[in-house]
């Protein structure tokens, strides 16, 4: 089984509608211009809500090689939920992606394992591909309990889940000492747990579920280390945030396949 790699640019809270827009079109020039191959590498941009229509219409009308998705969704359909946005209105924005569980909602939104496991089961009801973040933090890494500790929450959020959504689904190691940090995991590093990761999911939902979903690794992704870390077997691509900001080097991670 070959696995598509998904190189996703989450934005994070950076860029707003006008500047979206400049900064997708010179990805899709920068793209042209690297021969870019979408049956070789999948594109995504993760990008905030205010954005996702200007997007949209950038992607549909002038049929881009890429899709685009959120960073986030309400545990609700609708209803009385302010600021909140639902999984129908991702849906209907033709949304590919929705990032679930990412470490800092986890750390400054208070999201368990419980909430983020609710909110994939949103997001493939309605037809899209949620990507679940998992990750230590340094002081579990440090003890080197880090394994232990994520396949723990592989356990919470992937629970009630059927094979097929889990095999349809993403999974983003991201540990979070090495977000935004500089501080990259060395390969090794990825590969140990998203392996270790690979092999709980065929142990919870059987070989044909672990041997199609993707699981990316996040954390200072740079066109300079992404090569090294895709060549680990069980690494199907990377969540990438600062470095997507900036359209050449994005270009330059997501088509790491020439290199
Ligand atoms: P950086 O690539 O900026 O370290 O961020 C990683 C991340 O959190 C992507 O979701």
Redo the contacts with the bound molecule.
């Keep these: 089984m070959t696995r598509l790699p998904l190189m996703a640019g989450?934005w994070?809270m950076n860029l707003n509608h006008v500047e979206a827009t400049g900064v997708v079109q010179k990805l899709a020039w920068t793209l042209a211009d690297y021969r870019y191959d979408k049956k070789l590498c999948e594109a995504a941009v993760i990008v905030p809500f205010t954005d996702i229509r200007t997007v949209q219409n950038l992607v549909q009308g002038d049929r881009l090689p890429l899709v685009f998705g959120a960073q986030d969704v309400s545990l609700y359909d609708s209803g009385a939920y302010t600021g909140e946005v639902s999984a129908p209105m991702l849906a209907k924005l033709d949304c590919t992606y929705v990032?679930v569980g990412?470490?800092?909602r986890r750390e400054y939104h208070g999201e368990t394992d419980e909430i983020i496991n609710a909110k994939a089961k949103k997001v493939l009801e309605n037809s899209m591909t949620p990507i679940i973040?998992v990750g230590e933090k340094l002081d579990i890494r440090k003890e080197g309990t880090h394994v232990e500790y994520v396949l723990a929450q592989i356990n919470g959020v992937l629970d009630g889940l059927s094979s097929e959504q889990v095999g349809a689904a993403v999974i983003?190691y991201?540990p979070v000492w090495?977000?935004?940090?500089g501080e990259v995991a060395t390969p090794e590093d990825a590969q140990e747990v998203c392996g270790a990761i690979r092999t709980r999911v065929e142990e919870l939902f059987g070989s044909d579920a672990s041997q199609s979903v993707r699981i990316q690794y996040?954390?200072?992704?740079k066109a300079s280390n992404v090569v090294d870390i895709m060549n680990q077997s069980d690494v199907d691509g990377a969540?990438?945030?600062?470095?997507s900001l900036d359209p050449e080097e994005f270009a330059r991670i997501v088509t790491f396949y020439g290199r």
Excluded: R
């Design positions: 989450n994070k990032v990412h470490s800092e973040c983003a991201e090495a977000i935004g940090t996040g954390g200072s992704v969540l990438v945030g600062g470095a």
